[in-house]
């Protein structure tokens, strides 16, 4: 292919500070990329990368730069961004190094903005927090309390504080004065870590809140490390509101939302920007999944808005892009984009909708290109194949759902490593592939008969039809063709990290403050 353009880290940076539209992707995997990053990188693996992209960086003739560490990924991800129709991709002058020694601040972890962001905010407006030692000693005391876990509800159910009630972060505002009604009853919010519990401890008292609020400092992480027990499977979740605490809570928010300088819209002006071809204009949905599956705005995002302030660069990978957020009550997103715009971006709140305008119905569903052709065959098939030997299956999931369960035999292989993997995996006479669904494997039946020479086949829907057909499955780390860098195992999920793995995590949270002084192209503010 003919040379491809370099962006230099200059050129980046000043591009961040004029608030121009930039689209820096990592394309390595998760790990490798929290191993070290500029500030505003968004990963998107090459491993990945057709079935992100149109929705992570949808117009395409934005100015996207890729980049790696030297490993010729960034190389092969600019000819498939080319293959797909974006127009100017460029790479990074010297890669991640070059950035380094061009002066560039590299940052650790994953969703660093949302958490250099929480820091800042604690930093400057002194958000009250207990630690867990507090809020045990309230607990054992039947003291007037509410803990409200501002996290997911499938992080709150792996463990949370005992008497905890699942409250995602977007929902306190408007849930908060239906759990707590009394306006002397504490409430205490809590997350794995730090940020969303600051987060949210600072949105109620940026809504004029009447109860005293604390964040659980150091989120469960601290309540681990003060020797204190979790609970697990817990099942508490907010009530529906009553519609005079919604239509306070919509006031307070508006009114927070108006502190923030966040822009107003409506239906005709969203209309114009989606049609704008030289702006990025991002429309997110930030109720919760329920809400949005039984009615939405045609061509909306579901991104509940705890979350998308948490991990704004996993879904708005274009810094300086506009962001445009919908509800139905008022409160979730105004209340989520005067955090967005307080992180720098601008964002608007769509005004005066009719419930005629939610008319589209279901899960949000990624835009993809149109899937390559691929020979199929059944998961009885497969299994009679298997029972007759000469067939290898490469499974190309997620590694923790490999982990968990697969194929008897099956090879776990990363896309983006395919020839290191097939290395290792015996050679067969034909090769069948799967992952979940098959989508992602389906895009390596031609990489892997050009590598192969063999037959290469697709498992019809995947591994989720051979659980269907109730055939054979095992569990672990059997058959690793590939290492397991596509996840990074952040320290403050699961229930069996090392205690040193969780303090340091915390100690790099409180220097996120003095990181973003030095990057200086943050562009946040605090109200």
Known sequence: MSTVSTRSFAQIRQALLDREEVALVDVREEAPFAQGHPLFAANISLSKLELEVY???????????LYDNGEGLAERATERLVALGYTRVSLLEGGLEGWRQAGGELFIDVNVPSKAFGELVENQRHTPSLAAEEVQALLDNEADVVVLDARRFDEYQTMSIPTGISVPGAELVLRARELAPDPATRIIVNCAGRTRSIIGTQS??????????????????????????????QA????????????????????????????????????RWQQDGARTTYLFDVRTPEEFEAGHLPGARSTPGGQLVQETDHVASVRGARLVLVDDDGVRANMSASWLAQLGWEVFVLDELQDAHFSAQGAWIAPVPAPPQAELISPPTLADWLDHGDTVVLDFTASANYVKRHIPGAWWVLRAQLPEALAKVPTAQRYVLTCGSSQLARL???????????????????????????????????????????RYRRPYEGT????????????????????????????FYVI
């Open 236 to 271: 508490r979740r907010f009530a529906p509101t009553a519609e005079e605490h919604r239509r306070s809570a919509a006031q307070q928010a508006r009114g927070v939302a108006d502190k923030a300088r966040v822009g107003r819209a409506t239906l005709d002006d969203l209309q």
């Open 204 to 233: 109620l008292i940026n809504a004029g809140v009447a109860n005293p609020v604390s964040a659980l400092r150091n989120g469960t992480i601290g309540w681990t490390l003060a020797g204190q027990t979790l609970a697990h499977g």
């Open 444 to 486: 390596a039946v031609a990489e892997v008969q050009a590598l192969t020479g063999r037959q290469v086949y697709l498992l019809h829907d995947g591994t989720a039809a051979w659980v269907a057909a109730q055939l054979p499955l095992e569990a672990g780390e059997s058959h690793l063709a590939s290492p397991r860098i596509d």
């Open 496 to 523: 069996d990290n090392p205690r040193e793995a969780m303090q340091a995590y915390l100690d790099w949270e409180f220097g996120l403050v003095e990181q973003l002084a030095r990057d200086a192209t943050h562009g």
């Open 55 to 65: 929705s992570r960086i949808p117009r395409r003739d934005t100015q996207v730069t």
